[in-house]
C-alpha cells in the first residue's frame, strides 16, 4: 500500500501539487546508452479510506499497471476526498485538473439520464449480476463513451456499492411508517430524492463527507449506504440502527479524463484494461470479505442490524421504474440488464 504524506495535506495544497505531472525513472545499470523510461502517473481521487476495499484494489491497479507498461504508466490514488467531494473531482476530471476519480452512479446520472437504467432499485439481483453487467462492453460501450465530447470524460467501468440500507439514531426502520418525518441524507440526483420520498421520509442532500457531522449534530435523522461505508466511516458511532432495507445495490463508476485515455498507445490501452478487468475482480472479493467485517465490528461497536418488511419496502418503490424509465435508451439499458439475470 503506497500511502505518503501528502494525502493529509488540505485540498488547495494537493490540487497544487497535481502540476507535477510526470517525472522520469533512471535506467537500469549497464544501459546507460537507452533512454530513460518516463513515467506519467495517473491522480485518482476517491472519497474513501485507505482500509476501503477500493482504495486497496485501485491502489493495486498502479502497480499492475505500472508493471505491465514497463514502468510507463502509474496510478496514484488521493484517499478521503483530498481533492475534494464526488461532484468536485467529477468536473476536475473532465476539466484535466484530476486524471481519474471513483464516483457513484449518482453523480453521473446528473450528466447523462441514461445512467439512471443502472440505479434504479430493480435492476441487478445480486452483486455478481450487477458486475457482469456494468463491465461488459456489450452492454455498455455506447453508455460509457457519451459523455466524452461534451464533459471530455470517459467510463472505464463499476464497482459494486453492494445492497443499499437505510441506517439512523433513534430507532431501527422496519417498515416504511417508521421513516415518517425522519430527515435521511441521500446524493444528490432526481432519482434518489425520490426513492427516498417513497419510503415517507425527507430526502436531505448533502456530500459524503459532511454525514457523520451531520448526524451527530441532529441535522439529519439518517442515511442510506452499505454496510462497509457505515464502519469505515465510523457513521454506526452517530446512527447504531442499521435496517436491511436493501432498496438497491449500488454502484460506482471508475472515470477518466477523455484526453488522457486517448493518449495511452494501443499497447499501453490494453494493458490499462487488463489491468482494471484484475481490479475490479479483486475489489468484488475484497466487497464480500469486508462487508462480513463490518458487520462483526460495527455490532461489536454496539450497533444493531435489523430485518425489515421487504414486502411493504418493495411495494413502496415499484412505481420508480416506471417514473424514470422515460426514453428508449434507458429502457434498453435497463432490459438489458435484466436480461442478464437469466443467462
Given amino acids: 500500500m503506497r500511502i505518503t504524506s501528502r494525502y493529509f495535506v488540505a485540498p ?13 525513472s533512471p535506467a537500469p545499470a549497464g544501459t546507460e546508452k537507452e533512454a530513460p523510461v518516463e513515467k506519467t502517473t495517473l491522480r485518482l481521487a476517491l472519497n474513501q479510506t485507505e482500509e476501503h476495499p477500493s482504495f486497496i484494489a485501485l491502489d493495486a491497479f498502479g502497480e499492475r499497471l505500472l508493471e505491465a ?48 437504467a443502472f440505479n434504479l432499485p430493480t435492476v441487478f439481483d445480486s452483486v455478481e449480476h450487477q458486475i457482469s453487467v456494468v463491465n461488459n462492453p456489450e452492454v455498455t460501450a455506447d453508455l460509457y463513451s457519451s459523455l466524452a465530447d461534451g464533459n471530455n470524460i470517459s467510463v472505464v467501468g463499476g464497482f459494486t456499492q453492494g445492497a443499499r440500507s437505510i441506517y439512523t439514531k433513534n430507532a431501527p426502520a422496519e417498515s416504511p411508517a417508521d421513516l415518517a418525518g425522519q430527515k435521511i441524507r441521500v446524493q444528490e440526483s432526481e432519482l434518489f430524492l425520490s426513492l427516498v420520498k417513497s419510503l415517507g421520509a425527507s430526502p436531505t442532500p448533502m456530500a459524503f463527507g459532511e454525514v457523520y457531522t451531520a448526524l451527530q449534530s441532529g441535522v439529519i435523522d439518517g442515511a442510506e449506504n452499505n454496510e462497509v461505508s457505515y464502519f469505515t466511516q465510523k457513521h454506526h458511532e452517530v446512527a447504531p440502527y442499521f435496517s436491511y432495507t436493501k432498496h438497491l445495490i449500488g454502484l460506482d463508476y471508475l472515470i477518466i479524463n477523455s484526453g488522457k485515455l486517448d493518449g495511452l498507445t494501443e499497447e499501453d490501452r490494453a494493458a490499462f484494461d487488463e489491468a482494471w478487468t484484475a481490479t475490479y475482480e479483486q475489489h468484488t472479493e475484497l466487497w464480500t470479505e469486508a462487508t462480513e467485517k463490518a458487520i462483526s465490528d460495527a455490532e461489536a461497536a454496539g450497533a444493531t442490524f435489523t430485518e425489515v418488511d421487504s414486502d411493504a419496502f ?16 434507458q429502457k434498453k439499458l435497463y432490459d438489458a440488464a435484466r436480461d442478464a439475470s437469466k443467462k
Fill in 69 to 116: 507498461t514497463d514502468g510507463r504508466w502509474d496510478i496514484e490514488v488521493f484517499p478521503n476526498e483530498t481533492l475534494g467531494a464526488q461532484a468536485e473531482t467529477l468536473q476536475l476530471v473532465g476539466d484535466g485538473v484530476v486524471d481519474m476519480a471513483i464516483v457513484s452512479g449518482a453523480q453521473l446520472e446528473n450528466l447523462s439520464k441514461d445512467f439512471i
Fill in 314 to 329: 418493495a411495494d413502496a418503490l415499484e412505481p420508480l421504474v416506471d417514473q424514470f424509465l422515460t426514453e428508449p435508451s
Fill in 12 to 24: 488547495t495544497v494537493g490540487l497544487l501539487a497535481l502540476a507535477l505531472v510526470a517525472c522520469s
